[in-house]
């Protein structure tokens, strides 16, 4: 008898399971929360150069700023330079009552940058680290390079516990994970420089990496196999609620500090949470703790109604079971790449993987330049994940999860490339083009999930999942910084997020379909290609 026979005799779906995955809502929650903060957190109001002297009874502001301030090609007074002497301006009284502009040198008037910091308008934004260390001008890259800083620390998180987890237990890094984002991101809050904040904020990256590699196999080792894809689902509304639930902490608190410290805060009763968190019975059987996983199972079939007998949860049985799970190999990411058809399946994952994070990201993380406010823009941003689901349900059932892929990345890729072609003075056309982005991006990410588990064999489909997924945080990593490339051409950022969205595209329609196949179990199954469309008759 398997672990998965053992289930079916528990319930392998009831009270028991819903209630597992409504404790561990929380950390679905809280994960958006903190890898979308940087959109209120790393926010870069309207801002230039301080001008210290004004005269407190001089109305005529706009002639005081063209004196000092140069314009951009764009017409816009400049945000990073000064002149160096003050320009006299013709049929101005601004020079009057005794302010002199000093020699005025002929030829073009010469300009510093700003040598006194600089002045933000604080109608948005009471505070963010922008304001609060500077970061703008020649020093904004060093703001998007915290949310970069980030996602680097979820990456090597995501492998240190998918590491410890396996070795000491899934509950038991769950509770690290709580302990160590909340300690964290309180000291990210208590930051007294941006240093101190860029280091404690990629170890809190590290740390919410417990909860993207710990939830979901402890949800779904609990969980048999005909409701798993039911159970993903419903989980992943709880990642578009904390999408919409950043929108409203944001506009209700304005400071950055706070902000962190509100978005963190719920990790506290999240670790009381923890008491009725099960261990996974699986991962307890294949350590040899049979009295442990007895006392989990007995507690299973107790709340979903069942009822178990003393010979299917006798201690005879769960030790063969165990020993059953201990004899499997624990596969590698080697084993991805050592036969031909499964290395082909994986690199195309791979670049599929990158594309959807890379553009996800990219696109959820600029809400610049749109018609709406930041928090409005954000709330909309959330909302459109629910009829993106909903999209990617009905599409794979009948479209395929081949076309589906490479159907919302394509969608993606259009919608960000005629955001290019469309003039930025056109708000409501820019904005519709944004969410529409958004829209095909949240469900090229939902359909990657389905797709990719069901390419892989069962013997390395966790494996696969975990390489693509590493890759795909990669992707996210590089997001923030490719919105740097505006320096070089202000469309940049948007091609290169729409191009590599576009690339990922063309690299699905390679793998192969798998709607109505039957699922690979070994490595020789997808050898000889057995993972192919059945038809089936009516």
């Given amino acids: 008898m398997g672990f998965e026979e053992l289930l079916d005799k528990v319930g392998g779906f009831g009270p028991f399971q819903l209630r597992n995955v409504a404790l561990l809502a929380l950390p679905r929650v809280l994960l958006p929360m903190h890898f979308l903060l940087p959109i209120f957190l790393a926010a870069v109001p309207a801002h230039r150069c301080a001008l210290p002297g004004a005269p407190d009874n001089f109305s005529n502001q706009d002639a005081w700023?063209?004196?000092?301030?140069?314009?951009?090609?764009?017409?816009?007074?400049?945000?990073?330079?000064?002149?160096?002497?003050p320009q006299a301006l013709p049929n101005s009284t601004l020079w009057e009552g005794g302010q002199d502009p000093g020699e005025q040198p002929e030829g073009e008037p010469s300009t510093v940058p700003c040598p006194q910091g600089w002045e933000y308008n604080h109608s948005e934004f009471s505070s963010t680290i922008a304001t609060e260390w500077d970061l703008v001008c020649e020093q904004k890259g060093l703001n998007k390079a915290t949310s970069t800083f980030f996602f680097a620390g979820v990456l090597v998180g995501a492998v240190v516990y998918g590491y410890l987890s396996d070795r000491f237990g899934r509950r038991r890094l769950l509770l690290v994970a709580y302990v160590s984002s909340l300690v964290l991101s309180l000291a990210s809050a208590a930051s007294v420089s941006y240093i101190m904040f860029a280091i404690t904020r990629t170890l809190t990256g590290m740390a919410l990496a417990g909860f993207t590699i710990i939830v979901m196999p402890l949800e779904l080792e609990w969980l048999d196999v005909r409701h798993r894809t039911v159970a993903g689902v419903l989980s992943s509304t709880f990642w578009t609620g904390g999408v919409m639930l950043l929108a409203l902490i944001g506009y209700l608190i304005r400071d950055w500090r706070w902000l962190l410290l509100t978005v963190t805060l719920p990790c506290a009763p999240g670790i009381l949470t923890l008491?009725?968190?099960?261990?996974s019975a699986r991962w307890l059987l294949t350590q040899g703790r049979v009295e442990e996983a007895h006392t989990y199972l007995l507690h299973c079939a107790r709340l979903n109604g069942q009822p178990a007998g003393e010979d299917s949860l006798s201690r005879e049985a769960l030790n063969k079971?165990?020993?059953?799970?201990?004899?499997?190999?624990?596969?590698?990411?080697?084993?991805?790449?050592?036969?031909?058809?499964?290395?082909?399946?994986?690199?195309c994952c791979m670049v599929v993987w990158f594309g959807v994070n890379f553009s996800y990201y990219g696109v959820s993380l600029d809400v610049s330049g749109l018609g709406l406010n930041v928090y409005l823009t954000q709330l909309v941003f959330g909302a459109v994940e629910l009829p993106s689901k909903l999209l990617v349900y009905l599409s794979v059932r009948h479209a395929g999860r081949r076309l589906t892929m490479a159907g919302t990345l394509l969608g993606a890729a259009l919608a960000l490339g005629f955001r290019l072609l469309v003039s930025p003075e056109i708000k409501s056309w820019s904005t519709a083009l944004a969410v529409m982005g958004k829209a095909f991006s949240e469900a090229a990410f939902t359909t990657a999930y389905l797709f990719t588990s069901e390419l892989y064999p069962t013997v390395l489909r966790q494996t696969g999942m975990g390489l693509t997924a590493l890759v795909g945080r990669l992707g996210g990593s590089l997001a923030p910084l490719a919105a740097l490339l505006d320096g070089l051409w202000l469309s940049l950022p948007k091609l290169a997020y729409g191009?590599?969205?576009?690339?990922?595209?063309?690299t699905a329609l390679l793998?192969?379909?798998?709607?109505?196949?039957?699922?690979?179990?070994?490595?020789?199954?997808?050898?000889r290609k057995r993972c192919v469309h059945r038809t089936v008759s009516v």
């Avoid at 063209?66 to 002149?83: I, N, T, V, Y």
């Avoid at 008491?275 to 261990?279: N, S, T």
């Avoid at 165990?322 to 690199?347: G, H, K, N, Q």
């Fill in 65 to 85: 700023l063209e004196a000092h301030l140069p314009r951009e090609p764009d017409g816009k007074l400049s945000s990073c330079l000064r002149f160096t002497h």
């Fill in 275 to 279: 008491w009725w968190v099960p261990e």
């Fill in 321 to 347: 079971v165990a020993a059953a799970e201990r004899m499997v190999r624990r596969p590698s990411y080697l084993d991805l790449f050592r036969t031909p058809r499964l290395r082909y399946i994986s690199l």
């Fill in 499 to 506: 191009g590599i969205a576009l690339l990922a595209a063309c």
């Fill in 511 to 527: 793998l192969p379909e798998t709607k109505q196949a039957q699922l690979p179990e070994t490595i020789q199954d997808v050898e």
